[in-house]
């Protein structure tokens, strides 16, 4: 775990080499935590756009209830992975 860190020096192990030497995380992040919707959502809609990465999310934390958010844009494969995770955080 490290934060904050920036994307490129998460995600780019060269960077993350000249940003954080001493980071064990630096350049080969897999998870990423936004700290606002509106960043999330920028953020994870470029980077699934751009490579054909996997992105689930939002995850919305802290409410008295599961739940989380889909755009307009969202795809068969976000709605499907957004509701069964939504179903799982509604058993907890």
């Known amino acids: 775990m490290e934060g904050p860190i920036q994307y490129d020096a998460a995600v780019d192990p060269v960077v993350g080499r000249s940003k ?7 350049g080969q992040a897999n998870v990423l935590i936004f700290p606002d919707l ?6 994870y809609k470029a980077v699934q756009r751009e490579t054909g990465a996997l992105a689930v999310g939002p995850m919305l ?6 739940i989380n958010d889909l755009s307009r844009g969202a795809t ?4 499907y992975n957004t509701v069964v995770i939504t ?6």
């Open 76 to 79: 068969v494969d976000d709605i």
């Open 61 to 66: 934390q802290g409410l008295n209830k599961p």
């Open 20 to 26: 954080m030497p001493n980071s064990p995380v630096a």
């Open 38 to 43: 509106n960043t999330g959502n920028n953020t």
């Open 87 to 92: 179903a799982i955080q509604s058993g907890q």
